[in-house]
């Protein structure tokens, strides 16, 4: 049983021509832009997450070859994949596999082929935010200091699992050292998480704010206060 030709050939059986310009367009895939090159199929990601139920069974030189593709389907497949792996060895508190999951990703991600926002976003923070729990984060900080888009978008995802548990001391950090970075995706990103954290500790985010909102990056503010009452919204705006 060839479990990657079987993989394959049912997202080959879901391509959908029809939507591939939508997402071409959607993920930037234009000469000069983030997603330069990438391949679509047109797939949803319910779809995706359906196919990869079905291929936990995939082993790592499988899913390093998807993720070696141009294909955007293929390595978000891949990751789904990885993450259920992941899942499955800490339900079997199989520590051992966990680490072997965790470096596998970040080795990838250093190779350049966690490429896009939603490849990212979708499983880094139960991936590399959940082994980092209750260990050291720095490998975040380093990701977040380095030149790499999609790093430092995992570093701020990630910390979305220490958000969960009300662990803040991470996320205003790495906010900190992303404050005066230049890329759209970054402010997204950073905004989203600072939101999350208002949404847990309302008075973590407004000390964050208080010091810093004259000096971020407009979206990046704009998304951090979202959940804010109107008259906070306003001064924070207005005063930027």
């Known amino acids: 049983m060839d479990l990657l030709k079987d993989l394959k050939n049912e997202l080959e059986i879901l391509r959908n021509p029809e939507k591939v310009k939508i997402l071409q367009g959607f993920f930037k895939t234009g000469k000069g832009e983030y997603g330069e090159g ?13 196919v990869a139920k079905k291929y936990t069974k995939l082993g790592f030189k499988e ?3 998807l993720l070696y593709s141009n294909n955007h389907e293929y390595r978000f497949v891949a990751l789904l994949v990885l993450m ?6 800490k339900k079997l508190k199989s520590l051992v596999e966990q680490e072997k999951i965790f470096n596998f990703y970040l080795e990838n991600a250093k190779k350049g082929r966690i490429n896009n926002w939603d490849l990212v976003d979708v499983t880094c923070r139960d991936i ?4 980092l729990i209750d260990k050291s984060k720095e490998i975040l900080y380093d990701l977040a200091k380095g030149g790499n888009l999609w790093e430092k978008r995992i570093a701020i995802v990630s910390t979305w699992s220490f958000i969960r548990l009300k662990d803040f001391k991470t996320t205003l950090a ?5 404050l005066e970075d230049s890329h759209d995706l970054i402010h997204k990103a950073v905004g989203w998480m600072l939101r999350e954290i208002g949404k847990r500790d ?16 407009r979206t990046m503010l704009r998304y ?3 959940r804010l009452d109107k008259n906070k919204k306003d001064f924070y705006m207005t005063k930027n």
Do not use: W
């Open 63 to 65: 899913i390093q070859e």
């Open 174 to 178: 790495i906010s900190e050292v992303l």
């Open 84 to 89: 259920q792996k992941y899942n499955q060895a």
């Open 128 to 131: 590399i935010g959940d082994y």
């Open 38 to 50: 990438d391949v679509f199929f047109g797939i949803t990601v319910p779809e995706s997450r359906i």
């Open 224 to 226: 951090s206060i979202e």
């Open 202 to 217: 309302e008075n973590v985010l407004c000390k964050f704010l208080n010091k810093h909102y004259k000096n971020m990056p």
